[in-house]
């Protein structure tokens, strides 16, 4: 059974620098075909895209934001970490991350996030 | 990026009703179309992937089509618990952009 869950501040302050940690059991990101994304959500909202990296470490960004973000992996402590900079009230929102499920081994067919983490609410205020 | 445009934002039903929600993308992404469905203060969860392929777990009254720029989800009888958001997502490539949602509430 895939779980995930993520970790961090509920609160930051404007201009600081968020750090968000995706802990997982269930499977490794050393597998082929395997991947973690970050998806955010500001209240009443839709959902969007952020952020992905996968098992062989490569990482792709929403280019809107990707001067803001970084994503890394730590395959011994099955965890992911999204860290974004120059915070703003208008990032408040829920933060998941999400397995990504490949239908091939390396990654280049269908894929989807299955399953979610229970999502972190982050609020960006002073 | 790929802009996901999904219509209705919003609809109301009834139980027992046909329900379809549609979601353009702006160019093509062959069958590369998720569909995720959301309850209020959970986690999205996935419905149907490849256009057309039910998760498991997920009921049969479920579907979903098309390919290339245009695709469907139909609920084909309203359950109560389907009362939710519902979101497409294309996969076909990074930003793999999310549709802004379509809501179904209770008639």
């Known amino acids: 059974q895939i779980t995930l869950k993520e970790s961090g501040p509920t609160l930051v302050k404007p201009t600081q620098t968020l750090t968000l940690t995706c802990t997982f059991s269930g499977f490794s990101l050393s597998t082929s075909g395997v991947g973690v994304g970050w998806i955010r959500q500001p209240p009443g909202k839709a959902l969007e895209w952020l952020a992905l990296?996968?098992?062989?470490?490569?990482?792709r960004y929403s280019p809107s934001l990707k001067n803001r973000l970084t994503i890394t992996k730590d395959t011994s402590k099955n965890q992911v970490v999204l860290t974004m900079t120059n915070m703003d009230p208008v990032d408040t929102g829920t933060y998941y991350c999400?397995?990504?499920?490949?239908?091939?081994?390396?990654?280049?067919?269908?894929?989807?996030?299955?399953?979610w983490g229970q999502g972190t609410l982050v609020t960006v205020s002073s | 990026d790929i802009q996901m445009t999904q219509s209705p934002s919003s609809l109301s039903a009834s139980v027992g009703d046909r329900v379809t929600i549609t979601c353009r993308a702006s160019q093509s992404i062959t069958t590369r179309l998720n569909w995720y469905q959301q309850k209020p203060g959970k986690a999205p969860k996935v419905l149907i992937y490849a256009a057309s392929s039910l998760q498991s777990g997920v009921p049969s009254r479920f579907s979903g089509g098309g390919s290339g720029t245009d695709f469907t989800l139909t609920i084909s009888s309203l359950q109560p618990e389907d009362f939710a958001t519902y979101y497409c997502?294309?996969?076909?490539?990074?930003?793999?952009?999310f549709g802004q949602g379509t809501k179904v509430e209770i008639k």
């Open positions: 999400a397995h990504l499920y490949c239908s091939t081994s390396r990654c280049y067919g269908d894929n989807w996030f299955d399953p």
């Open positions: 997502q294309q996969s076909y490539v990074s930003p793999r952009t």
């Open positions: 990296i996968y098992w062989d470490d490569d990482k």
